[in-house]
């Protein structure tokens, strides 16, 4: 090496972007009430543990809220109370496996309950682990193959405004609904002989005549 040379510090390298990594702009972070931006930073960083768990930043937080339409709802300060839970959809938005699993330790066996309660054990569950199924496909950009009515539910919508198994369970009882009124018209479109309930006597239509 000659003397002249300079040595020149080798370049940084990015690390690579998990799938579904969304491209923070200011300009959407910025639709959000300063006042509000400046709480959402103070409670990320109270939650600075679970975020470095799954490499989520503040800003990717504060996208991910203005893209829900956290600067249009009602009384948006309610995030506040619960950061990590939009830590943990903003996880699972980027791809990541862990936030995956978390996801579904916390709330897949409460929700997986309550839908064989509602359906019966057997077709309960298959509704259930369906929902989960559907859930990660259409938040994760792998639901081209799925019907639209099964990619609306996306953590992308998620503002943060109630508990995240909160909002779950209101899109997995609303399509748990739907199933169970599904099936009551299958019963009563299937054709068949009519069976009729029994009158006791007193209930006959010859029995409350009168002689005229």
């Known amino acids: 090496m000659s003397h002249g040379a300079t040595l020149r510090a080798p370049e940084a390298t990015a690390a690579p972007a998990l799938p579904g990594a969304a491209h923070i702009s200011t300009e959407e972070t910025g639709t959000i009430d300063p ?27 504060l996208s991910h809220l203005a893209r829900a339409g956290l ?15 939009v830590i943990l959809a903003v996880a699972c938005v980027r791809g990541s496996a862990t936030a995956w699993n978390d996801l579904l330790n ?14 019966g054990a057997g077709a309960g569950l298959a509704f259930a682990r369906r929902f989960w199924s559907d859930l990660k496909a259409a938040t994760t950009g792998r639901a081209a193959h799925l019907p639209e009515e099964r990619c609306r539910t996306r953590l992308q919508c998620y503002a943060g405004l109630r508990p995240l198994r909160t ?17 009551a018209w299958a019963i009563l479109d299937t054709p068949g002989r009519s069976r ?3 009158l006791s006597a007193s209930a006959s239509p010859e029995a409350g005549a009168t002689a005229t």
């Open 71 to 85: 600067q249009v709802a009602a009384r948006p300060q309610r995030v506040l109370a619960h950061m990590g839970d």
């Open 35 to 61: 006042a509000l931006q400046a709480d959402l930073r103070r409670e990320f960083f109270r939650s600075a543990g679970l975020a470095a768990r799954y490499g989520v930043s503040c800003e990717e937080v």
């Open 106 to 119: 916390q709330n897949a066996w409460v929700l997986d309950r309550a839908c064989a309660e509602g359906l």
């Open 167 to 183: 909002w779950l369970a209101d899109r997995l009882f609303g399509g748990m609904a739907s199933a169970a009124w599904g099936r």
């Open 196 to 198: 009729t309930l029994p």
